[in-house]
């Protein structure tokens, strides 16, 4: 994707064998007692990032809370800005931590990845991702670009797939200015599904409220809104299906320096990726975005403690 925003369940059992431990080491010690924090491997303080958009900071403080709840040492630096900021803090250590998504990630370290799918993309991943970085499991939520029409217009006219727009043809689409250039823009709507007959309009708010109303307006008929975009919702769009892959996957995905890796610290970030889905991010984005301008680490706390990640 051509911007920087291409956008835990902790085991049942830690408390229990945290509280067994203490009544072996001690007959005395009490086993109501916090376990002193840890830090990753080595005992390396956890470091969390995030890129300058509110969703990230949301997956964030996800990562932090839960890593907390487990018993880590962890600090946060928020908003730090584009890959070019963030890898090279992840390297240096200045963070070790932070919400990554997977294609964005794979193309940065490949600019010619031929990967579309999320096993294609993690697989390729494991071999462009420099050695001292590691990534953990992926979510199921994705925040990408996609061809979206409104509800109305896929409704009358039976649009469910991108390739459906061959029925509507031709057709005007609003988009970011580099997508009439982009391969899984206009070059691969025509190379890909066949559909060539397209006026491309562009605006320069990649997939915000200005592209949103030329939808709604009807000055276009079709644009690219990311997949956790709030306004899919209230302004009833719809996301057209990619059977073909032209789009590639953009899974969140925690990334790490490896220096902080342990098998509890992956566990408790491979449950919250288990529960994550891409509407889950819509909602959450909603709510810090939305009229409530909750607060990104609220509304992670409360995702958190409503799917029993966070005790």
Avoid at 24 to 39: H, L, N, V
Avoid at 130 to 138: E, G, N, R, V
Wanted: glycine share 8%; charged share 20%; hydrophobic share 40%.
């Amino acid at each position: 994707m051509f911007t920087p925003r291409k956008k835990t369940r902790v085991l049942a059992g830690i408390v229990g064998m945290g509280v067994l431990l203490a009544l072996s080491a001690c007959a005395t010690s009490d086993p109501t007692k916090a376990a002193p924090a840890t830090g990753g491997a080595n005992g390396a303080k956890i470091v969390v990032g995030s890129f300058n958009f509110p969703e990230s900071e949301i997956l964030g403080n996800m990562y932090a809370l839960a890593l907390k709840n487990a018993g880590f040492d962890v600090t946060t630096k928020f908003n730090l800005g584009p890959r070019q900021t963030t890898i090279p803090a992840l390297k240096d250590g200045s963070i070790n931590l932070m919400p990554e998504y997977n294609g964005n990630l794979l193309f940065f370290y490949d600019t010619k990845a031929t990967a579309r799918t999320t096993e294609e993309v993690d697989a390729a991943l494991k071999t462009a991702v420099p050695s001292d970085f590691q990534i953990l499991k992926p979510s199921s939520a994705e925040d990408k670009d996609a061809y979206v029409v409104t509800q109305a217009m896929a409704d009358k006219e039976g649009l469910n797939a991108i390739g459906d727009l061959s029925k509507i043809e031709p057709f005007a689409l609003g988009a970011n200015p580099q997508f009439g250039e982009l391969p899984y823009g206009i070059p691969g709507l025509k190379g890909t599904y066949g559909v060539t007959k397209v006026t491309f309009t562009s605006i320069e708010d990649y997939g915000g409220p200005a592209t949103v109303k030329a939808l709604v307006d009807n000055a276009v008929q079709v644009a690219d809104i990311y997949t956790t975009s709030p306004d899919l919702v209230s302004k009833k769009l719809k996301v057209l299906d990619d059977p073909k892959h032209l789009i590639a996957a953009q899974n969140v995905i925690p990334f790490l320096n490896k220096s902080i890796y342990s098998a509890k610290l992956a566990s408790v970030l491979d449950a919250i990726s288990a529960k994550l889905t891409t509407d889950e991010l819509i909602a959450l984005r909603d709510q810090v975005e939305g009229s409530t301008k909750t607060q990104a680490s609220t509304a992670a706390r409360d995702w958190l403690t409503k799917e029993g990640l966070l005790k």
